[in-house]
Structures are given as C-alpha cells and as structure tokens.
Nanobody, 124 residues
Framework: QVQLVESGGGLVQAGGSLTLSCTASGHTFSAYAMGWFRQAPGKEREFVAAISWGGGRTTYVDSVKGRFTISRDNAKNTVYLQMNSLKSEDTAVYYC?????????????????WGQGTQVTVSS
C-alpha cells in the first residue's frame, strides 16, 4: 500500500476557493488511480472525484461538476483537488485514496490506501 498525506484544508467563506493536495510515498505513484472522498458530520463518506493513473480520465460527483477539478503531478507524487465556488454543503473532512489500476473508481471499497483527512469548512 501507498502512504498518503493530505493538506490544504481550512476555513473559507462561501464562494471562495481552496486547493487540497495529497502526497504519496512508498510506491510508484504513477501506477495508482486516485480519488477524493468527503464525509460531513452525521453523513456517510461520499465520492467526490477520481483520476486515472496517467491523468487522462477524470470523473466527478454531480454536485461538484464545474466547480472542482482533480489533477495530478506524477513527478511530485501528488494529486490535487481545486475547489472553487465553495458552498456551505461542501463542509466536510476530505480524504484522498489510492489503488493500483488504470481506470477511474467511484466507490470507497475499490480503494485500499487512505489518507488521514483534512478538514474543509465553508462559512455562509
């Protein structure tokens, strides 16, 4: 398994932007498909975005399409989540996840490595 560390969370006003980063170590990052999930208080963890190992394929949950962008830099072993036009309902702990494979993966059970999470709070 690969080790993952997220950063970049914080407090932001509604309409603002944040960029989350997730840096991997321990294995060949370019062999891993990556995903971002989030969990709000009292709710189940939900899929947010995913990217294939080369970055050529991405997918998003409908609620963030047009506002969030997932990208990766394999030379830096890092995946990013650029979040724009943030809303109060985006408030959650955000987790990055990894798995070997060349597709995009939508469900948490498909991933076998997880970061510790980073808090994003959007004030209205």
């Amino acid at each position: 398994q690969v080790q993952l560390v997220e950063s970049g969370g914080g407090l932001v006003q509604a309409g603002g932007s944040l960029t989350l980063s997730c840096t991997a170590s321990g294995h060949t990052f370019s062999a891993y498909a990556m995903g971002w999930f989030r969990q709000a208080p009292g709710k189940e963890r939900e899929f947010v975005a995913a990217i294939s190992w080369g970055g050529g394929r991405t997918t998003y949950v409908d609620s963030v399409k047009g506002r969030f962008t997932i990208s990766r830099d394999n030379a830096k072993n890092t995946v990013y989540l650029q979040m724009n036009s943030l809303k109060s309902e985006d408030t959650a702990v955000y987790y990055c996840a990894a798995r070997l494979g060349d597709s995009v993966y939508y469900t948490d059970i498909q991933y076998d490595s997880w970061g510790q999470g980073t808090q994003v709070t959007v004030s209205s």
